[in-house]
């Protein structure tokens, strides 16, 4: 069956994960039931479900738009993850590992139409974010939810998780007043991390990044300099326009980039490594400048609290300071392309192929 082609699901795919088993009657149509499944590099299939039956403690969700992240769901997408690694074992909704066939996705927003018998009957109608794959229909513990505010666009809600990645980077890296920052690439993350940067106290927030589009909107979002590293040397750029960065926040997705960061970065900065490279690798130096320069490298990822801070912060702490985020910055100019998630396999075509031409990719249900 030709990639893309709307297919019935298998029973392995259909996930009842415990909170309710899905109906018995005919299945929907591929308009009012469909999820999006990657089945091989280069491969997406948008398979038929049916629609779910909530447990007693569990809710149904019919969603309403749900966010492509270009970054991970694009190492998927290409085949450049381990496939034995774990989903996220930290969200319900990604359980089970990253091989083919795989549903993966962690940013749907959608309505709560059927509530179970010991659930809270005012769920029913409330607009929920959720961490769950791309699927028209599915089913979650309603503490797993988050209720979206009236004024808040199911399309922006979508931004939540990307939002609060970025606000994790600034949690692990720490900028202080006065320092001097660059950001390594512009994608989604990239840019709303570079956003929350230019409402700090930082000096100087250089922005990083080879797509045109991206930087100018870098600069829309407030950054001091952009950088195209096709162009420039950008550790020279850098160095050029800052003498030497304090902290720099790698989010390029290329593990060159890396090396790159830390040739940037003054003596005893920072490097707070956001991407996740999946199998991709490159040498990378570990020369005079990084052990001479005491340069420290961090990860940083979202799935975690950084333990230095669990004595005040925890994910619900953090997820509302991501919300009260996302409704004060600019994001709609980060929406670019809306595709029916029944066309789903054009949208990451689009992603893979012409990253230029494309920021924020949402799917959308109707």
Not at 202 to 221: D, I, K, N
Not at 296 to 301: I, L, R, W, Y
Request: charged letters at 25%; proline letters at 7%; glycine letters at 10%.
């Amino acid at each position: 069956m030709a990639s893309g082609e709307v297919r019935p699901a298998s029973g392995e795919a259909e996930r009842r994960r415990g909170l309710g088993m899905a109906s018995g009657g005919a299945t929907m149509s591929a308009t009012d039931g469909v999820a999006v499944e990657f089945v091989g590099p280069g491969a997406v299939d948008v398979v038929r479900v049916d629609g779910p039956e909530p447990g007693p403690e569990a809710v149904a969700v019919e969603t309403i738009v749900s966010a492509v992240s270009a970054g991970t769901e694009l190492l998927v997408y290409r085949g450049e993850v381990d496939r034995t690694s774990v989903a996220d074992e930290q969200l319900p909704g990604l359980d089970g590992t990253l091989s083919y066939p795989v549903r993966y996705g962690y940013a749907a927003v959608g309505t709560v139409t059927a509530v179970g018998e010991r659930v809270d009957p005012s769920w029913l109608g409330e607009t929920v974010f959720a961490f769950n794959p791309h699927e028209s229909h599915f089913l979650a513990d309603p503490e797993d939810l988050l209720p979206i505010p009236d004024d808040l666009a199911p399309e922006r809600a979508a931004l939540l998780a990307n939002v609060e990645t970025a606000v994790n980077f600034l949690l692990d890296a720490g900028p202080r007043i006065g320092e001097r920052v660059a950001v390594f690439g512009q994608g989604v993350v990239g840019l709303l991390t570079t956003a929350l940067l230019c409402r700090t106290d930082v000096e100087t927030v250089v922005a990083v990044e080879p797509l045109a589009p991206r930087r100018e909107l870098a600069e829309r979002l407030g950054a001091d300099l952009t950088v195209d590293p096709d162009r420039r040397d950008p550790v020279a750029a850098v160095r050029e326009a800052t003498g030497a960065v304090d902290l720099a926040i790698e989010v390029s997705g290329r593990p060159s980039t890396l090396e790159t960061a830390i040739g940037a970065t003054g003596y005893d900065g920072r490097v707070v490594v956001g991407s996740w490279y999946g199998t991709k690798r490159e040498p990378i130096g570990l020369g005079e400048h990084f052990h001479r320069g005491r340069i420290s490298v961090d990860s940083s990822q979202v799935s975690t609290v950084d333990p230095a801070r669990r004595g005040r912060w925890d994910r619900s702490r953090r997820r509302d300071v991501a919300l009260s985020r996302l409704r004060e910055l600019d994001v709609d100019r980060l929406l670019t392309h809306r595709i029916p998630a029944g066309e789903a396999p054009r949208a990451y075509r689009l992603l893979a192929d012409r990253p230029g031409d494309a920021v924020q990719v949402l799917l959308t249900y109707e």
